[in-house]
Every structure is written in C-alpha cells, then in structure tokens.
C-alpha cells in the first residue's frame, strides 16, 4: 500500500483517539505502527502531518509496538529517519528523538544490548553538550532547541533507569558552567546526582571523582548501566512518601556512607552551583529542583541544609503552588535543621493566608488548607497521616478559614473540617473573646438544614447537609453538646421534607452508634406521631423500615395500622411490608401476628397479601433466632437486585436447606468386635460450632443392609466429641465404600448439606469372633469348624510374609480376639465369624523367620481371594 | 513528579453525554513508572469515553440527580479537595486533579510515586501542585484574550505542539504556554547563556515600563445590630517592561499617602529577587495598630516578556466606599423595597459606572412596579425579575441618594428563574457596580521617579490606577441574611 494522504490519515488518526483499543482490534489496527514508520519518510506528507504522525506514536506507543522487540525495531526506524533528514532546518528533529526516546523507554528496550539504545544515547549526550556532530546534522539555527531536547530526553531516560548518566555527572556539571542551557541542565544534574547518590550509598560505594571526572571512569561510555544493574532495576522516588521517611533509617536513608571530605566538598560545590541559578529557572522547575536536591540531601553528612536557605525568602514570598509545595516537602525534608520555631511559623501563617488570598483560585485555597491540615510540623503531637489542626494553628489564625454559607460545598466541608477541629480543641480555649466557634458551627449546621429543607432545592444542597452532619458527627463524636443539637435539627429537617428519607436512612448507616442509636430514636417517634395518611407515606414507611425496632411498639403498630388504610398501590404496600418485615427482625410478636393478619386479609394486592401471610406464618412458626436469620440480609443475592429478589433469595437461603462446603470432618476409629454386628467406630471433629448434626451413610452396591443415620446434638472445634457407633449389617462378606452426607445448622441459623469424603469398610472391619468354647475344648471346637467346611467350602495355603515383629506380634496386633488354639510362638488356630453367616479359618503353623504358611478354608468360596489379600497385606499393615 | 495524562472536557449540559473530551494527552514513559511505583495497587489511565463519563458523575455534572445514588449522594464521600478518585471498570483512578472552569472541565492524572493502598497524604505527592500549575497555565492559555469559540478552538488545535515544548515527557517545564508558543516563534534566534528559562526572545526598542494596579473592593453589609458589615480591598499590581538586555534589573516602589492604609497579604511573581521582611509579615490575620508597616514597598525582579502580575495584596480601609442600606418587606401580594446609598466622603466622586443591581431570586417575572428615587434612572428587566439602578457618573453633592417602590410578581415559572438557595423568603441583596478610574481606596501608588531601572536606556514609565467592585452585596436587613465568622467579630 502506497504513503496515505494526509486527509486520511487525519481520519485515521481520529479514529484511533476515539477508541485506541477499538482501532487495534480492527482491521487497521496491525498495519498502523508500520505504516506510520513507513510513511515518516513519504515526501508526499508535509512536516505538519508527520509531526502528528510523531505525536501519536508518542502518546501510544505500547498499542503500536506491543513488546520490546518491536519497540526497538521502531526507534531504530526513528533513528533511521532522523539521520536521513536533509541538512536544512525541520520540524521533525525534536519531535523524532522525542518520539525515539518514548519507544525505547516505554516499550522496555532500553538497555546495554539495544542496538537502537547505544545510537541514541551517544546522539543525545552529543547534542546535549553542544558537540559539532558532523555533516551539518544540526543547522545552526536548531542547535539550542535540540540541545534542550536532547537533554529532556536523557532526563527521562534517567528517570526510567536510574543510574544510567550516573558516569556523567562530571561532563553535566562542567556543561553547566559554561554556555548551556541552564534549565534542562540543571534538572538533569540534579536528577542524575540524586540517583547516584542513592544507588552508590545502597552499594556503600562513595561518589568518587564521578563530579569531578570530564570523561567516565568505566570507559564504556559516559553512561552507566552497571549503576543501572546495581539500581535492580528499582525506580527511585523523588520524594519518598514522608512518613514512611520518617521511619525509613534502611531503603531511603543515605546516611550508609560518609563521604570522603573532597567528595563532599564538591558535592556541596554542585548543589551550590545549582541553587544559584535556579533563580533561573520556571518556577515548576525550580520546585523540581528542589525536591529533588531536598530529599537526597536530606540526612547526608556534611550537606547542610542551610544550602537552602537563601532560596527561602524569595519562594516564601510567593504564591506559585509548586513553590510553596516544594519548600513544605524540604520542611518535611529537614525539619527543625532548616526551619526554626520562628521560621515554622512564618510558613505556617504564609500557608494559612495562601489559604484564603482572594487573588488565588478556589483549587489552589483547598489545597493549600489540606496543607495546612496536614503541615509537617517539626515537633508534631497527634498521630501520623491524619489530618489535624497544627499546633501553632490558633483560633485567630483560623479565623478567615472558617466556612460560611456562601462558600461552594468542597470549601465548606474543608473549612468545615477546620471549625470542626477547632470545636474539638475549644474545651481548653479561655471563652468570651471571640464568638465561640461551637456557638457558630451551630448556627452554621442550622443555615445548611434550612437550604437542605427548600421545597425543589437540588439535591447537591441535600446531600451537603448530609456530608456536614456526617463530618461533625465523626470529628465531635463523644460532644453531647454538639450532637444533641445536630439530633434535633435533623429531625426537624425530617419533618420539613421526608423526601430525604434516603439521605437519612444513608447516615444512619453511615455514622457510629454515638449519633445512631439516639437519631434513630428521634426519628422514629417523628415519623409515628404523624397521621397515617399522609403524602408523605412512602417516605415514612422507607424511614420507619430503618429506626423501627423494639421499642415503642404499640405507637409504630398504631401507625402502620392508620398507615394499611392508605396504602392503597403497591409500592406503598410493599413499603408497608418492609416496615413488618423490621418489626419482625427486631423480634416484636405481640400485636404484629394481628396487624399481619390483617394485612393479609385486606390489602388489595395479592402479591402484598402473600407476602403478609408469608410473614404471618413465619411469625407464627418460627423461633426468635430462626426468624433473625430468616429475615436477615441475604447472602445469596447482589445488593443490586431488587428488594423482592433479594428477599425471596434471603428466605431461600434461611428456610431452605444450603449446600455448602462440609464443616465436619469423620474418622473412622478401631472398629470393635464384641457383640452380633460389626460396629464402625467414627470419630466426628468440627471445623466451626454446629448444631443438631445428622450424618447419613448410602452403602454401594447394597452390599449391607441400609444403615441408620446417626445424631450428633452439637458440635464445637477444639471440644472432644464422643465417638460415633455405626452398626453394619453385611449382606454379604465383603468390603465397601459408604457415602457420608451431612446434615446441621450453623451459628447463624442456617440449615446446611455437605457432601463428606466417603468413608471404606475394610474386609477386616467385618470380623467376628465365634462364641468362645469352654476351657480345654478349644482345639476340638476349631477342628469341628475346619471339618465343616468343606466340601461345599474352599481350601487354599497362603503364605504371610512376616515383619519384623515375628509372628507371635503379628497374631496379637490383628487376630487376637478370634485365636481359639494358640501354641506360642510357633502355632495358632484361628476362627473368624463373617456376617451374616460365612467362616474364615486359619492355621498359621510352623513359621519361618520370614513369613508363616497359612492353611485357610472357608464356607464361602467369594471370601477366598480376599481373605488371601487380606493374609499377604497383614505384615505391611502397621 | 510527573503527570500521566492530561484532558480537556467542555461541560455540554443537555446533551446525551454532558460533555466531550476536546483534548487528551498521554504520557507512556509515566505510565510505565507508574506501574512499577503503583505495584498492585496500580489502575492504569482509561480511554477518553470511560474517562469522560466517571468525571462527570463524580463532578456531579451529568444532568440526572433526581434519585439518591449513593454512590455519589452518600454523606461519607466527602472531597475537600478538587482531587477525586474516579470509578472505572471496577477500579479506583486516583489522584485525579480536576476543577471547573468557564464551562471547561480541566483534569491530570499525576504520578504516586509509591503504592497506592494505603493512599498517601496529598502534600507528599509532588505531582499533584505540578498537576494544578499544568492545568491552570492550560487554562491561561485558552482563556487569555479569547473572545470567542472560534478563537477557543484555535488555542485548542495549537495544545499538541505546545505541550512537546512545555511538557514533553510528563514533566512540566513551564507552565506559561504562551513563552512555548512563543519560544517556537523564536526558535531561528539563538539564545544567550544564562537567559532565564521564563523569558522568551529579547526585546528590541524604546524602552518602557508600565504598572497598573487594580484595586478590587468587596463588601457585606448587614446594617444589623450583632452582625458587623466587612469589606475588604485585593489589589493587583500588573507590570509590562519592554527592555533590552538579557537580565535588566528594575526595582518598583508602591507607596501609601500619609493616611493610606497598609497592604498586607502580600504575595509576589517569582521574578521578584528579594523581599523585605516587613512585606513578608504584614498580614491580615494579625490585628491591625499603628505600627503596621506602611511601605514603601520595594520589589525588585527581572521582569519577564510578557505583562506579568508582580504582586497581589489585601488592604483594610477605614470606611467602605459606598455605605448602603436595604430593606424589604413583603406586604400581602407585593414586595415593598428601600434603599439608601451614601459615598464617602473621601473618595474620589468621578466613576466611569455606577449601578446598583436589585435581583428577587426565586419568583415570578416583574409585573408591576411603583418606584421614587432621589437620583439616576431605574431600568426595569421584567423576565428576569431584576431591577438595575443606574446612578451614573457622580453622586450629588448630599453624597447620599435613595430608592423605593414597591413590586408585584407573576405567578413563577421554572425554567426561566432559576432555583437560588441562598435568596429565599425574604432573604435578599442589591449587588453594587461600580469603577473608579486612576483611583484606588488604599491611596497606593506607583511613583513613577521611584521605579528604578538597571539597564541601557531611560525608559519611558507610565502607571495607571482603578478601583473596580466585586462581590459588593448590601443584604436585606429585615430578613436573616449569611454571615461569615469575621461578621460576628465585633
């Protein structure tokens, strides 16, 4: 495809900034990084065009060349065009390296073995010192301009791989005293210094000649990737966040190493030479700068903060918000060491009028009060981070900063946080002097209220009121003196536009039980001294639904019987049902079972009617707790579903029964043998409390009889259970594997199902023994049995392999209770009963140091094989 | 310090999306340290539409609040600063650094360099001031000596290229747009060493100095017993100096007549080299004596380019101006209304304007009207229920002049008067306008053999004085009215 007009490209330049990842997934999408390359070089596109072309390749260069490969591959392309530029001036050289810088930077090809990094980096650093680079590569007229550039670019290269210039301070510093320019010079020194310092006191290594030294002591080249390798990779902050450089004696401290006393001279020597100029430099430059040096002198020995202190005065003066945002990061920086008492205060009262200087924009006022709220004072008393009065902050310094009615709603709550803070601190204050700032905040709350109150306000006026309220309900929690008052004004305000319901019902939820639990009081009894019928009624019933609870029954019940009458559509009805419903939940019984009934008969909705007796029955039918839970806020369903939705899933998931991940866990324990039946010893734990747990069992295969479920009243973890007995009645001799379901209910009343892990009955868990004979007969008693076995019966010889615990351990571990003859250590007769009818016989005679022969026989020709599984498992079982 | 991304939105009320993003600016290179500071805390910049859509919701300028939502209405989501956190996608964008202006929604996205949870305090972030010069200097830009869309939409398509000198990486440079724009005009000169980097080219020509100080005085008058009446002076001191030489030095004095009344609050260019101590500390805040400092007050600086805001202070005069009284009173179906305006005696008699204007917020159009007054015409806007009193050049010789009538309103139709929660019942103001020219209320001025100048040539030096009102309200004082806790200072 040949070059695009520029008419197209506009078009396809739009497209792609209406929707950048719209456009990639198109079919357009994986042609542009190339195309746009490509076309940098098409004669037919003017300058203009390209330069748009450049922007955009500034802007997204990740959607254009995702990985760094590609990002390589369109920097060289950059660096391409560039040098193929004919020696006239263009527009396009700024822009190309900018455009070159972003790709390697942004795209994460930036590095030692970047082809494309070591053209642009000597390219950058040669323009930047202002060296002739041969064949009128610069012309004269864009030599200034692109020195600049050059070094804005290093900068961020700087910025994305802290210690990379780190070689050449020495070079920046000496093109700093001569003819370059002084701005992006100074900011490049001073970045490239503060990272230097950091990683080589991380590495205890001191600065060296590296201030000093024209040319790098590496010899790589004036930039420095093994600082850049020892940085980790790691960016460097340019201001550590304060309070953790409060703590921070390790990551951010630079104290690791003193420098030798030459190298802090010249150190002191470039910090000197750069604060000198910066009077030089655009205000947001300088305060660049002086965060930069701030904080990576911060704490360096033989660096006196007094450094600073010529450049105080000047910026104190003004009232560039980067300035004075600069000089609070060096008081935060330096504290008491740069900033007396007397110079805390200045700035504090410098900050305090910024704060309010009516020739300032209501942005730069809020700011400036957070500053103030949260100044960084050298002794500081209350606790880190929050925000709180200083204390050289006085009631008259506050004076101007106080919020009146006229101020638009994010100054007055920021001002209003002061007052707040103010009222807080007033106990202390001596009284009478000034208007008492309580007295004012008062008055201040009853102006919010009435606008809060007009008829057809917007809600913003609303909600102001509300986040008022809700502040000094958190600033002056525990101030019955402000909150009493606060109380009464909202009820008010309640009854003068019950409209706000929604707001109320939203600070309630909101603020603590201080003002909760009376507001709520209040409210309530505003609400049911109110006639029933009422415009307003759906307001009410909303409010009721939150303040009703067991208190003052009968005068709610009173209402929300006046109220049935009215509640003639079905929203009002529903709100009616909501109002029951808490009443419910709060455990009131009495006289609601008759309003329920009521209700149920009378409204006119049948959805409203069902709902009534629903609540009726369950009202009638369910405990106390039960109901809570019933009732409660449903777990199942999103807070986004509508109210029936989440209350029907609420019901679902407190009447019904849930399945849910099993909270018990079974173990089977040894199993006994006296008695008809083999019993399963079963060992219950619990992972949290459970109540009236049953536990059934499903035999595979039907090869028992079907087993009973087992009772466990209650579980709790940590608290020994007694042991469970589950008697089986085999069908056949045979093991099997037993489903486990569980059945309980938790702590919060809900009925759970769990599936447990399946439990196996071994062939030995069937064994019984035959009733014992008498003294003496035993011989005779097992000759008879092994007689009567055969013919129908099978016979086999196994032999048992024997452990190291001889064959005298191996009978007592697992055939004890069925030996009938025994002749230690060499002979024993064994008989083993298998329900429901079959018989396992055993001689074990004449062993061997490693095994024993075992003539067996048995009735049941199915029991052959496992009884021999059995017999050459026994000496591996422990 | 570093900002990720910049817009410009226009508020558009009434239209589907309230708004559009006529500018936007990535910076790539911040976003990558963004995501290595962030860490999992990390939210990256959103396109423009999502973008657009969150701001206005959480600025609360799309058109539906009629419901409670609470993700905007609920009490605990209080912003103090115009910082906000915006929802998008699930996630939380913040700090984002927005205000509006003029029907302009500036906003930036400036770089925490550290993780975001637990958020950072504010002032510890550098990027945020840098955020606010970035979108203020924007705002300059656009806004001065723009009369018109068309212009606007100059200014717009000229952002881009601006912003690759000024701001090419993310990190500002200077925030004065216009020494970019013309930096890039300048760009065949070559620049001298050692030119500060806020001074753009060099000037060539007669030498010349101007200073005008703008002195605007503002007032709330109760004429209440408990509530004290305030009125404050701000004046700005505007300089343009058309210099040769790369550094030329100027020094100007303000001055006070003996019974001028001190400047205080004084906050200046950062040009200005050096401040004495005494400007530094004389503030409002403290309560007044004769020992104020009472000037000269000195500023020397290097003037920049362009025309440039050396200093702003604030004064407390003795007396306001114009003392007035208002007082209306509903009577069954009308408003009866009277006001009484008395100039001061010492100042200067001669305005370029002077009017009173007379709003009545929340009611009908004007019907009918009955009126008397001592002194200039009344003109009547009927639609837009406001009288404006126009008393013209001078007061009489009495000094004192005075209105009354009585007005009857229609029945009130919302679209046209619009809701104002302030001026309800019988809770309202009349708004002075007026201008004095050469004439300012604290006496301050320039004195043009004081203004001393470091540099080849004796340059011609003219100054210029006006006292213009702003938010001069005279309440109504029959009827509750806002106060300000320094009303209640007496």
Same mark, same amino acid.
């Given at each position: ?878 | ?75 605990? =989501?209080?912003?103090?600063? *115009?910082?906000? @956190?915006?929802?998008? $996608?699930? +996630?939380? /964008?913040?700090?984002?650094?927005? !205000? #509006? ?17 637990? =958020?950072?305090?504010?002032? *510890?972030?550098? @990027?945020?001031?840098? $955020?606010? +010069?970035? /979108?203020?200097?924007?705002?300059? !830009? #656009? ?33 004065? /747009? ?313």
């Amino acid at each position: 495809m040949g070059p695009l007009s520029r008419d197209a490209w506009a078009q396809r330049l739009g497209a792609f900034r209406a929707s950048p990842s719209a456009f990639m997934a198109g079919p357009e999408g994986e042609d542009l990084g190339r195309d746009l390359l490509g076309d940098l070089r098409s004669e037919k596109l003017s300058e203009q065009t390209k330069v748009s072309l450049l922007a955009l390749s500034m802007e997204y260069p990740a959607q254009m060349w995702p990985d760094a490969s590609a990002a390589e591959v369109a920097a060289t392309s950059l660096l391409d065009t560039l040098v193929l530029l004919p020696p006239r001036p263009s527009a396009l050289r700024r822009p190309l390296l900018l455009a070159a810088t972003t790709a390697l930077a942004a795209g994460g090809a930036l590095g030692p073995t970047s082809g494309a990094s070591c053209r642009l980096l000597p390219l950058l650093l040669g323009l930047a010192a202002g060296s002739d680079l041969g064949r009128g590569f610069v012309p004269a007229s864009e030599q200034r301009p692109l020195q600049a550039t050059a070094c804005e670019c290093l900068r961020e290269l700087e910025s994305c791989k802290p210690g990379l210039l780190g070689g050449s301070l020495g070079l920046l510093r000496g093109l700093l005293g001569q003819e370059g320019p002084v701005q992006p010079l100074s900011l490049l020194l001073a970045l490239a210094l503060r990272n230097t310092l950091v990683l080589q006191s991380r590495v205890g290594a001191g600065l060296g000649g590296l201030l000093t030294d024209k040319v790098s002591p590496t010899g790589g080249g004036p930039w420095d990737w093994t600082l850049v390798e020892e940085g980790d990779g790691r960016l460097q902050p340019q201001a550590p966040s304060w309070p953790a450089a409060e703590e921070g004696e390790g990551e951010h401290s630079l104290t690791a190493r003193e420098h030798s006393p030459e190298e802090a001279r010249e150190l002191r020597a470039a910090v000197i030479q750069l604060l000198d100029t910066s009077y030089l430099l655009t205000p947001v430059a300088q305060a660049q700068l002086l965060w930069l040096l701030g904080w990576a002198l911060r704490g360096l020995q033989g660096q006196p903060p007094a450094l600073f202190k010529p450049q105080l005065v000047r910026l104190l003066g003004t009232a560039q918000l980067t300035l004075l945002h600069a000089v609070l990061a060096l008081k935060a920086a330096f504290g008491e060491a740069l900033f007396t008492a007397q110079d805390e205060a200045l700035l504090l009262r410098r900050l305090t009028l910024a704060a309010q200087h009516p020739a300032l924009p209501p942005p730069t006022h809020l700011f400036y009060l957070h500053c103030v709220l949260s100044f960084p004072e050298n002794w500081p008393l209350g606790p880190e981070g929050e925000e709180a009065a200083p204390l050289l902050l006085g009631p008259q310094l506050c004076r101007g900063l106080l919020p009146s009615l006229l101020h638009d709603p994010m100054a007055l709550l920021a001002r209003l946080h002061l007052l707040c803070l103010l009222c807080a601190e007033e106990e202390e204050e001596e009284k009478g002097q000034l208007p008492s700032p309580r007295h004012y905040l008062e008055e201040l709350l009853a102006g919010l209220r009435q606008r809060a109150a007009l008829d057809g306000g917007p809600r913003a006026l609303a909600t102001l009121c509300f986040q008022a309220s809700y502040l000094v309900a958190c600033c002056l929690a525990g101030q019955p003196t402000v909150l009493t008052p606060l109380i009464h004004g909202l009820a008010q305000l309640y009854q003068a536009r019950p409209m706000l319901a929604p707001h109320f019902v939203d600070l309630l939820d909101q603020v603590d039980s201080e003002l909760r639990e009376p507001l709520k009081v209040v409210l309530r009894q505003v609400v049911v001294s109110r006639p029933g019928k009422d415009e307003a009624l759906c307001w009410h019933l909303q409010m009721l639904a939150k303040v009703a609870d067991g208190d003052a029954q009968s005068a709610t019940l009173n209402f929300l019987q006046a109220a049935a009458a009215h509640c003639t559509n079905w929203d009002l009805q529903q709100g009616l049902l909501w109002v029951c419903r808490a009443l419910l939940r709060a455990g009131v019984r009495g006289g609601l079972v008759d309003l329920l009934q009521v209700l149920a008969r009378q409204l006119e909705d049948p959805d409203g009617r069902d709902h009534a007796r629903l609540y009726y029955i369950l009202l009638a039918h369910l405990a106390a707790p039960k109901l809570g839970v019933a009732l409660g806020p449903s777990l199942a369903a999103p807070a986004l579903a509508s109210s029936l939705v989440a209350e029907n899933q609420g019901f679902v998931a407190a009447l019904m029964v849930q399945e849910a991940p099993a909270l018990v866990r079974l173990s089977m324990g040894s199993h006994r043998v006296k008695g008809p039946l083999p019993v399963l010893k079963l060992q219950p734990e619990a992972l949290e409390p459970i109540y009236s747990l049953e536990l059934r069992f499903r035999v595979e295969g039907q090869l028992y009889a079907p087993l009973e479920a087992v009772h466990v009243p209650c579980l709790c973890p940590g608290r020994p259970a007694r042991p469970l007995l589950l008697p089986l009645q085999p069908r056949c001799p045979a093991p099997a594997r037993l489903d486990v379901h569980a059945l309980y209910t938790t702590s919060t009343g809900l009925t759970c199902h769990a599936h447990l892990p399946p439990l196996f009955v071994n062939f030995a868990d069937l064994f019984l023994p035959f009733p014992q004979p008498p003294e003496g007969a035993g011989l005779g008693f097992f000759e008879e049995l092994w007689d009567s076995c055969l013919p129908e019966g099978a016979e086999s010889r196994v032999w048992c392999p024997l452990g190291p615990q001889g064959l005298e351990g191996l009978v007592s571990r697992h055939l004890e209770p069925f030996v009938v003859v025994a002749q230690p250590p060499t002979s024993y007769c064994v008989a083993i009963h298998l329900p429901p009818d079959s018989k396992l016989l055993l001689r074990l005679e004449a062993a061997l140091a490693d095994g024993v022969p075992v003539a067996l026989r048995t009735d049941d020709w199915a029991v052959l094989p496992l009884a021999g599984d059995y017999l050459r498992g026994l000496a591996a079982a422990v | 310090m570093a900002q990720r991304a910049v817009w410009l939105i226009s508020h558009e009320p009434g239209t589907p999306l309230c708004g559009t993003v006529r500018f936007s600016r990535r910076y790539p290179t911040v976003e990558k340290r963004a995501r290595v500071f962030n860490g999992a805390s990390y939210v990256p910049v959103p396109e423009d539409g999502p973008f657009l859509k969150a701001l206005l919701f959480e600025l609360r300028l799309l058109d539906d609040d009629k419901d409670f939502v609470e993700s905007r209405d609920s009490c605990s =989501r209080i912003n103090k600063t *115009s910082i906000y @956190g915006l929802l998008i $996608g699930g +996630e939380e /964008l913040w700090p984002v650094v927005a !205000f #509006l202006k003029n029907d302009m929604i500036y906003a930036c996205v400036p770089l925490v360099e550290q993780t975001l949870s637990p =958020r950072p305090p504010l002032i *510890s972030v550098s @990027g945020v001031s840098q $955020g606010f +010069e970035f /979108l203020f200097g924007i705002q300059d !830009f #656009l806004y001065s000596g723009q009369k018109n869309d068309s212009e606007l939409n100059t200014k717009l398509s000229q952002l881009p290229e601006l912003l690759l000198q000024a701001c090419p990486f993310g990190t500002l440079l200077d925030a004065n /747009l216009q020494n970019s724009l013309d930096n890039t005009n300048f760009a065949s000169v070559t620049q001298p060493q050692k030119q500060p980097a806020w001074k753009t080219g060099m000037y060539k020509g007669k030498p010349q100095v101007s200073i005008s100080i703008t002195e605007k005085v503002k007032s709330m008058q109760y004429d209440k017993q408990g509530i004290a009446d305030t009125w404050q002076v701000v004046g700005t001191v505007t300089c343009k100096c058309d210099l040769e030489g790369i550094m030329p030095n100027v020094t100007i004095s303000l001055s006070l007549p003996t019974n001028g009344s001190p400047l205080q609050d004084i906050l200046v260019h950062p040009c200005v080299t050096s401040l004495d101590s005494a400007i530094l500390t004389s503030s409002s805040i403290d309560a007044m004596d004769d020992s104020a400092f009472s000037g000269p007050y000195k500023f020397p600086f290097t003037p920049p380019s362009e025309s440039f805001n050396l200093c702003y202070y604030t004064s407390q005069v003795p007396v306001p101006p114009i003392l007035g009284f208002y007082q209306m009173k509903e009577e069954e179906v009308q408003l009866r209304i009277t006001i009484n305006l008395k100039l001061h005696e010492s100042v200067k008699n001669n305005f370029e304007f002077c009017e009173a204007h007379i709003p009545f917020y929340n009611r009908g159009p004007i019907t009918h009207l009955e009126y008397k007054t001592s002194f200039g015409q009344l003109e009547v806007f009927r639609e837009k229920s406001l009288l404006i009193w126009i008393i013209g050049q001078k007061f009489p010789k009495s000094m004192e002049i005075s209105l009354s009538g009585t007005v009857t309103f229609g029945a009130k139709s919302h679209e046209k008067q619009p809701f104002d929660p302030i001026c309800t019942g019988e809770t309202a103001y009349l708004k002075l306008h007026f201008r004095i020219l050469d004439y300012t209320l604290t006496g301050c001025y320039a004195d043009q053999h004081s203004v001393q100048v470091f540099a080849s040539g004796k340059p011609k030096i003219s100054a210029h004085r006006k006292l213009i009102s702003s938010d001069y309200y005279i309440w109504n004082s029959k009827a509750p009215a806002p106060v300000t806790y320094g009303s209640l200072l007496l």
